[in-house]
Nanobody, 125 residues
Framework: QVQLVESGGGSVQTGGSLRLSCRASGYTFRTSCMGWSRQAPGKQREGVAD???????RYADSVKGRFTISRDNAKNIMYLQMNSLKVEDTAMYSC???????????????????WGQGTQVTVSS
C-alpha cells in the first residue's frame, strides 16, 4: 500500500525558509516520478515541482529560483527546500507519486496516482 507522509510545514515570515519532507513507502521509490503541489483556500491546486527517477526537475514559474526539489532514493524521502518565501506561497502542500514511471511526462499529462495528506505552510508579512 502506497503511503506518503509529509512533514516540515509551519508558519514563517516573508523571506524565510522551510524544508518540507515526504516519506514514501509501499512501492519502489527510486523508479517513480515524484512531485509537490499546493492548494490555497479558494484556489485550484497548483503543481509546484516534480523530479524524475534520474533527478531531472521541473518547476512552476512562480517558484523558480526559490524552491528546490530533491530526493534521497536510499531513504525513500523527497524534499522541497523553500527559500525567500512570499505571502502568496501560503497553501497546503502535498507530495505526490506516480510509481513505475521513471519519467514525469505521464504524471504531467495525466496526473499523479497517489497523494499525501498535506502539510500547511503559512507565510506572513
Amino acid at each position: 500500500q502506497v503511503q506518503l507522509v509529509e512533514s516540515g510545514g509551519g508558519s514563517v515570515q516573508t523571506g524565510g525558509s522551510l524544508r518540507l519532507s515526504c516519506r514514501a513507502s509501499g512501492y519502489t521509490f527510486r523508479t517513480s516520478c515524484m512531485g509537490w503541489s499546493r492548494q490555497a483556500p479558494g484556489k485550484q491546486r497548483e503543481g509546484v515541482a516534480d523530479m524524475n527517477s534520474v533527478g531531472s526537475t521541473r518547476y512552476a514559474d512562480s517558484v523558480k529560483g526559490r524552491f528546490t526539489i530533491s530526493r534521497d532514493n536510499a531513504k525513500n524521502i523527497m524534499y522541497l527546500q523553500m527559500n525567500s518565501l512570499k505571502v502568496e506561497d501560503t497553501a497546503m502542500y502535498s507530495c505526490a507519486a506516480l510509481p513505475r514511471s521513471s519519467d514525469c511526462a505521464v504524471a504531467r499529462l495525466r496526473g499523479f496516482s497517489h497523494w499525501g495528506q498535506g502539510t500547511q505552510v503559512t507565510v506572513s508579512s
